[in-house]
């Protein structure tokens, strides 16, 4: 199994949808959960990030963690065509309170204007 | 921009050769993180290192090896090179070592033809 699994989509909504993201991971230790955006041909850029179970918001862009599912979800509301990327879960401070960042594959994301 | 430079941008090479990839971490920050994305895996950590020594180490192969210098920029060698190399190379660095906001460069694409 692997550590973070993430559909890959591609994922297609409209314009002003409520979009909804997921990964779910095997690895009970992480304790803090980030979600990047990734356009095409540049760097992952830091959308969320989250310690422990709950949730954060931060305008249109709100990040859960279940702990108790293993399961973290970003939702993004009215969603614009700008946001049309690739979004990557990752997560860390595993086993050891290791430091290594663990990612997922990543989902398309298309808004249709 | 993230702060965080990376060089070359581009990178055109032929099998067996030998390749150095450069990173300037944010001003500030004593972690740098090394990535590697393909296609089909997704972001692959590689290695990490905090204040010039060697702090977590990811699915690096031997031909590859990493070091931080005394200024913080840091390295990523990549030798003996195969056409399965070719990819997306990333550095991000954070401040801490147990990176819960880690900021990615632009990356490095090596083609090995």
């Known amino acids: 199994q692997k550590e973070v699994e993430q559909d890959p989509g591609p994922l297609s909504v409209p314009e002003g949808a409520i979009v909804s993201l997921n990964c779910t991971y095997s690895n009970s230790a992480f304790q803090y959960f980030m979600w990047y955006r990734q356009y095409s041909r540049k760097g992952p850029e830091l959308l969320m990030y989250?310690?422990?179970?709950g949730n954060k918001e931060d305008g249109r862009f709100t990040a859960q963690v279940d702990k108790s599912s293993k399961y973290i979800s970003l939702f993004i509301r009215d969603s614009q065509p700008s946001d049309s990327a690739t979004y990557l879960c990752?997560?860390?401070?595993?086993?050891?309170?290791?430091?290594?960042?663990?990612f997922g594959k990543g989902t398309r994301l298309h808004i249709l204007p | 921009d993230s702060g965080v430079t990376q060089t070359p941008k581009h990178l055109i090479t032929a099998t067996g050769q030998r390749v150095t990839l450069r990173c300037s971490p944010r001003s500030g920050d004593l972690s740098v993180y090394w990535y590697q994305q393909s296609l089909d895996q997704g972001l692959q950590f590689l290695i990490q290192?905090?204040?010039?020594?060697?702090?977590a180490k990811g699915n690096i192969l031997e031909r590859f090896s990493a070091q931080q210098f005394p200024d913080l920029h840091s390295e990523l060698n990549l030798s003996s090179l195969e056409l399965g190399d070719s990819a997306l190379y990333f550095c991000?660095?954070?401040?801490?070592?147990?990176?819960?906001?880690?900021?990615f460069g632009q990356g490095t694409r090596l083609t090995v033809v």
């Open positions: 290192y905090y204040n010039g020594e060697e702090r």
């Open positions: 991000a660095s954070s401040v801490v070592p147990a990176a819960t906001e880690a900021f």
């Open positions: 989250t310690y422990s179970s």
């Open positions: 990752a997560m860390g401070g595993g086993v050891n309170r290791d430091d290594k960042i663990i």
